[in-house]
């Protein structure tokens, strides 16, 4: 359930004094700019005169419209709202029906789909079995370029039975292939034009794009699981944090979810004029540690690690409390989450006696000389910088010298996939670990880049095997246990160290009605939100 909130006005804390060392305890939420603030009067507008058609902030605009092909976060959120998947996710990470009216597993190797009778495309065509042929023979033609190719390579063969029914055939067991079927459908026949103006079955159509600008989506009336309680939407494209909560603030921008920095959340709630909904997410941030390094394949010094970093505080004051400290990658409302497992608090004591017996003793006491070197490498956006330096702090004190190197995300990014790394932070995202086989991906020994993503090169036989098991089975509750033996091996390993799960938040004008998200936050809950009759208190 999401916890509403409309909150009382009030001033927030003073600024933090920058002339002391930094810890989180002691942060605060940035002050708006004034200069921002005189411009923003000025200049911001409102999209539409109609006050039913939403308008939502959104960092960047669609890379590309086509779903099969677009893979950044507003593209992803666009297709969310044209089109429909085959299958879906529920409030469980669960694979249900969505296109489908039921899916069977007759045997190992093949699957089979019925289609909901009666869906319409935007251009009034029915939904059959050649649509969704189409789609996903697109991932098998060695011609069609998709970064989602990699996901199918298990994939034999998709065959319609007849005009409702379609078979999916493996070229071997594997247990996690349903969640692969989360897929938007698109038309029969779909050429390249398609990504600039898309047909789906979905509660929107497209009406146009502006690039950089907007996306204007259309209500579609006769959405099978029926119209919009809206007028439409307008995707808004505003790149900076501050536009589009001071966007908010004036009522030119309706809603924005999860694109806005935790302080700026935290001032915003003291708006009269706003409401913040929150849920719980699957967004997932940690430490990545390089088990080749010769200090890190230590398992002491990584769980030293683990004992030293103050997650707590991280989530408090960084976070705002958005967020809630991690134990493991797959997120609390999995149905695979195992609870049961080995869990760091913050003990700097044991992190010292930990280092202690690694062999890395205190030289001097409480002197300034360390223990050992590390060296973090982060993304240079705001909050990294600022959590590397809680996080260095941290290790400071237990006698962990930490250097903290900063890059734009691309560089960082070669950086960890070559190896080229001690220590790194960095964040799984909406549905990424929503199936349990993401533990396979990054924590099999056989995973290693470009392959997959075990990028610190863990290697433990019983997670392999464990695994294994796992991938072939097609029981439910016996790939729940194997994965929950994975999940108490990697607690104590520590090939990462689990630092939060976001907590998803909503900032919207307070009018708006039928806010709720589910964990992964996807825009498809658009489509019930409205705006109420009721008077805005203004300023």
Not at 30 to 55: D, E, K, M
Not at 150 to 159: E, I, S, T
Not at 269 to 290: A, F, K, M, R
Request: proline share 8%; charged share 25%; hydrophobic share 40%.
């Amino acid at each position: 359930m999401s916890r509403h909130f409309l909150l009382s006005r009030g001033a927030p804390p003073p600024l933090a004094d920058a002339s002391r060392p930094l810890r989180a305890s002691r942060l605060r939420p940035l002050a708006w700019p004034q200069a921002l603030l005189l411009l923003a009067a000025g200049c911001l507008s409102r999209p539409t005169p109609n006050p039913n058609v939403i308008v939502v902030g959104v960092t960047s605009g669609p890379n590309n419209l086509d779903p099969r092909v677009g893979t950044d976060d507003v593209s992803g959120k666009a297709a969310q709202l044209i089109f429909n998947n085959l299958l879906t996710l529920d409030d469980h990470l669960r694979v249900v029906p969505d296109l489908a009216e039921r899916f069977e597993n007759p045997e190992p190797t093949r699957y089979v789909v019925t289609l909901r009778r009666g869906v319409r495309f935007h251009d009034g065509h029915e939904l059959t079995s050649a649509d969704v042929v189409y789609t996903f023979r697109g991932f098998l033609d060695p011609a069609f370029i998709s970064a989602r190719k990699g996901a199918y390579r298990l994939l034999k063969a998709v065959d319609a039975l007849d005009r409702y029914t379609v078979a999916f055939t493996l070229k071997e067991p594997f247990g996690s292939f349903p969640v692969n079927l989360v897929m938007p459908i698109v038309p029969d026949g779909a050429g390249p034009a398609f990504r600039d103006r898309p047909v789906g079955t979905g509660p929107y159509r497209f009406v146009r794009y502006a690039v950089d600008d907007q996306l204007e989506l259309a209500p579609f009336n006769e959405y099978f699981g029926g119209p919009p309680r809206n007028d439409g939407l307008v995707l808004r494209v505003v790149p900076d944090d501050i536009m589009r909560g001071l966007e908010l603030r004036k009522g030119t921008m309706d809603i924005v979810v999860n694109d806005l920095a935790p302080d700026i959340v935290y001032q915003l709630q003291h708006e009269p004029t706003l409401q913040v909904v929150e849920s719980p997410g699957t967004d997932y941030q940690y430490i990545g540690l390089n088990l080749r390094d010769p200090i890190l394949k230590d398992r002491r010094v990584r769980q030293a690690i683990g004992y030293a970093v103050d997650r707590q505080a991280i989530v408090q004051y960084l976070r705002r409390g958005l967020a809630t400290p991690a134990v493991g990658i797959l997120p609390p409302m999995s149905w695979a989450f195992e609870p049961d497992v080995f869990a760091f608090t913050h003990d700097p004591a044991k992190a010292r006696a930990l280092l202690d017996e690694a062999g890395y003793a205190d030289p001097d006491g409480d002197g300034p000389l360390p223990r050992l070197h590390l060296t973090l490498k982060v993304s240079n956006i705001e909050f990294n910088r600022l959590q590397s330096s809680v996080i260095q702090q941290n290790l400071r004190d237990v006698g962990i010298a930490l250097e903290v190197r900063t890059f734009e995300f691309a560089t960082l990014y070669a950086d960890v996939l070559k190896g080229s790394f001690q220590l790194f932070t960095l964040q799984w995202v909406g549905g990424a670990v929503a199936d349990p086989d993401i533990l396979r991906r990054v924590f099999d020994s056989r995973q290693t880049p470009p392959s997959g993503f075990n990028r610190g090169f863990f290697q433990d036989p019983r997670v392999d095997r464990l695994l294994d098991e796992a991938a072939r089975s097609t029981d439910n509750e016996g790939r729940r246990a194997l994965f929950g033996a994975v999940q108490r091996i990697v607690a104590e390993e520590a090939p990462y160290i689990s630092l939060w799960y976001k907590t998803n938040a909503a900032v919207a004008r307070r009018d708006l009605a039928g806010i709720h998200f589910l964990p992964t936050a996807d825009f498809i809950f658009l489509k019930d939100v409205f705006r109420t009759p009721a008077r805005e208190t203004t300023h």
